[in-house]
């Protein structure tokens, strides 16, 4: 499986972008998907992921209220819908896909497939 995050750019606070991510293979059926991200000196961080019937979401307390994860099945695509950006909301986003889906979406070592990361640049 193969992963290309795009949509990332430079917004004042208070914008709004959407990212998304392209499979190689209908992982909308089989994988839990996933969002993470690392900002500059810091540890990769979980952001939200979604089921594998994308009934289920799940996100951290930082971004819930603010970010939407989606996917469609159809299009083998993962998005992640980000609002009222923050200036701590800087860093480089990474889809990712788990498998065997886990139930410990916020562990990043339980993903198996990995994008190649999109720059998000919030500035004050």
């Known amino acids: 499986v193969q992963l290309q995050a795009s949509g990332g750019g430079l917004v004042q606070a208070g914008g709004s972008l959407r990212l998304s991510c392209a499979a190689s293979?209908?992982?909308?059926?089989?994988?839990?998907m996933g969002w993470f991200r690392q900002a500059p000196g810091k540890e990769r961080e979980f952001v939200a992921a979604?089921?594998?019937?994308?009934?289920?979401?799940y996100y951290a307390d930082s971004v819930r209220g603010r970010f939407t994860i989606s996917r469609n099945a159809a299009l083998a695509t993962l998005y992640l819908q980000m609002n009222d950006l923050k200036p701590e909301d800087t860093a480089v986003y990474y889809c990712?896909?788990?498998?065997?889906?886990?139930?410990?979406?916020?562990?990043?070592?339980?993903?198996?497939?990995w994008g190649q990361g999109t720059q998000v640049t919030v500035s004050s």
């Open positions: 990712a896909a788990d498998r065997y889906s886990s139930t410990q979406y916020e562990n990043s070592a339980e993903y198996d497939y």
């Open positions: 293979k209908r992982t909308g059926v089989n994988y839990v």
């Open positions: 979604i089921s594998r019937s994308g009934r289920s979401t």
